[in-house]
Nanobody, 125 residues
Framework: QVQLVESGGGLVQAGGSLQLSCAASGGTFGNYVVGWFRQAPGKEREFLAAIRVVSWDSSTKYADSVKGRFTISRDNAKITVYLQMNSLKPEDTALYYC????????????????WGQGTQVTVSS
């Protein structure tokens, strides 16, 4: 059973960038779909991006709200998935989570069985 550990959050000024990491512990992300989500206080959890972690397939999917600003990627060892966030805005402030589903789909945002504890991102104006 894979465990997920997020890192890379912090405080950044508007217009800045951050890269979040989601590391697999106790296994790899091989044959998983890994997604990134965020939740701001008083708001529902929001899907951001997902990536398929298969040797021959790194397909991705993005929410319209972050397309062009955020990029999801993975390392070749299938241990870490990244979320590069550029042109950050104060409204991007939230707790960011990664999640994983074995043999999952890029298109089902309610499928994820494994979740990390989250990493806080705060964007100042």
């Amino acid at each position: 059973q894979v465990q997920l550990v997020e890192s890379g959050g912090g405080l950044v000024q508007a217009g800045g960038s951050l890269q979040l990491s989601c590391a697999a512990s106790g296994g790899t992300f091989g044959n998983y779909v890994v997604g990134w989500f965020r939740q701001a206080p008083g708001k529902e959890r929001e899907f951001l991006a997902a990536i398929r972690v298969v040797s021959w397939d790194s397909s991705t999917k993005y929410a319209d709200s972050v397309k062009g600003r955020f990029t999801i990627s993975r390392d070749n060892a299938k241990i870490t998935v990244y979320l590069q966030m550029n042109s950050l805005k104060p409204e991007d402030t939230a707790l960011y989570y990664c999640a994983a589903e074995r043999s999952g789909s890029l298109y089902y945002t309610n499928q994820y069985s494994y979740w990390g504890q989250g990493t806080q991102v705060t964007v100042s104006s």
